[in-house]
């Protein structure tokens, strides 16, 4: 026989389901990854006591000022992340929430991804120093450039790696450095041409830079409103498309004259 309930009985019975699927996504795991700032890295500097840049063949300059790559800090490949975590890092500015798959390689253990990450920045050396050869007009093998970065995985800090070289070599065209002295941080991969491409948590990545000095930060073009997004007061933000590009900016910077913005 059936039977009539009350609306504000079939509402509780309704939303039982909906109460135990949120009790289960509190406990259980999502499948996302927690970043926030990282650190960065002088790349005209030392790391553990070793020039992150080496270069063999060829004369050098004593440069000032600083090119700071940047990173972010992610949980890793197996961390339970649950939906309390997730929430926490929506609200809140230094943190952020992304999709797993976005920052890790899927399919693979955690040995496999720290191989595959490591491999993407032995890859992006390789093209750095392709890139800044091939700026300067420097055939290949010319000058041996050694590459030193500790603890660090991925592409991203190809364009810094192209920028320094760059500096220690050339400097601006003009007797002095790219930096102009100042504190240069930033961010993107680089192909063997030049070519800049874009990276994750730019808008992270902005306040790793600021909290350590920089008062500028090149940023990939397709990642200005990103970059643009949390942006610490003090640090001004200049879009780049290539090595030239970038070099070409910092010149203008330190010459007084008008540089790209986002």
């Known amino acids: ?101 976005s920052v890790y390689p899927t399919g693979g253990s955690e040995k496999e991804i720290e191989k595959h990450n490591l491999e993407d920045m032995q890859k992006s050396q390789n093209s750095a120093v392709d890139a800044a050869l091939n700026y300067l007009g420097r055939p290949k093998g010319s000058v041996d450039v050694t590459l030193h970065l500790a603890d660090v995985g991925g592409p991203s800090a190809g364009l810094f790696f192209a920028l320094g070289i760059v500096d220690k070599l050339e400097g601006n065209s003009s007797g002095g450095d790219l930096t102009g002295g100042r504190t240069v941080a930033g961010t993107g991969t680089i192909q ?20 350590d000095g920089a008062t500028v930060f090149l940023v990939p073009k397709a990642e200005c409103r990103e970059a643009g997004a949390e942006l610490p007061k003090g640090l001004q933000l200049i879009p780049v498309t290539t090595l030239k590009s970038a070099v070409s900016s910092l010149q203008a910077l330190d010459q007084g004259r008008k540089v790209p913005s986002c």
């Open 1 to 101: 026989m059936l039977t009539r309930l009350s609306r504000s009985r079939t509402l509780v019975l309704c939303a039982l389901p909906v109460v135990a699927l949120f009790a289960v996504a509190a406990f259980a795991p999502l499948p996302f990854t927690l970043a926030q700032p990282g650190t960065t890295a002088n790349v005209l500097g030392k790391d553990h006591g070793t020039p992150v840049i080496s270069i063999k063949g060829a004369p050098t300059r004593t440069t000032e000022g600083e090119l700071r790559m940047t990173t972010i800090l992610a949980t890793g490949p197996t961390a339970d992340v649950g939906v309390g975590d997730v929430i926490d890092g929506w609200f809140r500015t230094d943190r952020a929430v992304l999709p797993r798959g």
């Open 192 to 211: 063997a041409n030049g070519e800049v491409g874009a990276v994750g948590g730019v808008s992270l990545k902005t306040q790793a830079a600021r909290r």
